[in-house]
């Protein structure tokens, strides 16, 4: 399940703050791809918090696509739970919007 990171090679290293595409942990999260995210968060200099050019982090992808598994990881991991997107809006926010209960879990 790893090598599915070498089906976005063009994405960039999650290492910066900020990116103008979706990194491998956004895709990672957003499809609740477990084994990738473990593999992602040993990568020396990884940044959980990374945002897309929209504001978004992993766990706003995680938390669109209701991918809770991931959600979950992501919280354990220490993300930023509370980080806003260019809207203003947190992915608790988001979750809230669309009517969905947030998994208790986390």
């Known amino acids: 399940m790893c090598h599915s990171v070498l089906l976005y090679p063009s994405l960039p290293p999650s290492t ?8 491998q942990l956004h895709v990672a999260a957003a499809n609740g791809y477990m084994e990738v995210l473990d593999f992602l968060f040993a990568q020396e200099g990884v940044n959980l918090n990374i945002a897309d050019n929209e504001g978004w982090t992993p766990f706003h992808a995680a938390v ?4 809770k598994e991931a959600m979950k990881m992501l919280a354990q991991k ?13 992915a608790y926010g988001m979750y809230y919007h669309e009517k969905k209960d947030f998994p208790k879990a986390i």
């Open 16 to 23: 910066h703050t900020h990116t103008h595409t979706h990194t």
């Open 78 to 90: 220490g993300v930023d739970m509370d980080a806003k997107d260019l809207h203003g809006d947190t």
């Open 64 to 67: 669109c696509w209701g991918q």
